[in-house]
């Protein structure tokens, strides 16, 4: 059961439309995914159709009682929806270990946790239990400040922790994408994480297909959003170890 934690400090980086699209072309591709949604805003949640659904992320993690993922539109894919109260979310005790242990015979082969833009209880918690992080970024200088902090962070919490960074909304006749490139190439060594070779193009489609509760893959299966997600799960397919 491989478990990643989407995460960055800042927000409107693409971290829960990519977790919502890399969730569905997993499922697509015959692994069983489980989405959880730990951010307050609940973004992942309204995309699949399942906001205010129940039992919620809160639920799952402060319930003595086992929790069933719901099911989604999309064929191995299930969510643990998002809960405006996470926000109030405190715990001096480890929420995570227990929770995703009682996952296990579900059978999932990864799980993607959306984690809140802040360094809450959710994101610490589920950075320390996931295998991996997978950090959104734009390719714009205030976003790669937040990016810095984003790994600082992560490290700080695990050091050790394999870190993928994804670019997101991304613009390549932009003379700015192109600086941001380089530094973000630069930086890699220095900071600690791998760039990953697919970037995700600034796409209408990817944004409608939010606003109409579907995955990109169903809502406009040929646009370069589409194909930009599906070329990423082939990616970190192979660079998770996926069979």
């Known amino acids: 059961m491989l478990k990643i934690a989407v995460f960055n400090f800042k927000g409107g980086t693409g971290k829960s439309t990519t977790a919502l699209n890399l969730g569905a072309f997993l499922a697509k591709s015959k692994f069983n995914t489980l989405a959880i949604d730990l951010d307050g805003q609940r973004t992942l949640s309204f995309g699949l159709g399942l906001d205010g659904q129940e039992p919620t992320a809160l639920d799952w993690l402060t319930s003595d009682e086992a929790i069933a993922p719901l099911t989604t539109s999309v064929k191995n894919l299930s969510l643990i929806p998002g809960d405006i109260g996470m926000f109030r979310l405190t715990a001096e005790a480890d929420l995570f270990t227990s929770s995703l242990n009682g996952l296990m015979p579900l059978g999932y082969?990864?799980?993607?946790?959306?984690?809140?833009?802040?360094?809450?209880?959710?994101?610490?918690?589920?950075?320390?239990s996931s295998d991996r992080v997978l950090v959104p970024t734009l390719c714009e200088p205030a976003a790669l400040k937040g990016l810095s902090e984003a790994i600082a962070l992560i490290r700080g919490e695990n050091p050790d922790i394999p870190i993928e960074v994804l670019r997101t909304r991304y613009k390549p006749r932009l003379v700015l994408t192109r600086e941001a490139d380089d530094l973000l190439i630069e930086s890699a060594a220095d900071l600690g994480?791998?760039?990953?070779?697919?970037?995700?193009p600034e796409n209408i489609q990817v944004a409608e297909s939010i606003a109409q509760q579907q995955p990109v893959a169903d809502y406009a299966s040929s646009s370069s959003g589409a194909l930009a997600y599906r070329s990423l799960t082939k990616e970190c397919t192979k660079l998770w170890g996926l069979k």
């Open 109 to 128: 082969g990864v799980i993607l946790m959306d984690c809140p833009p802040s360094l809450s209880v959710a994101s610490v918690q589920a950075i320390l």
């Open 193 to 200: 994480y791998r760039l990953l070779h697919t970037t995700i």
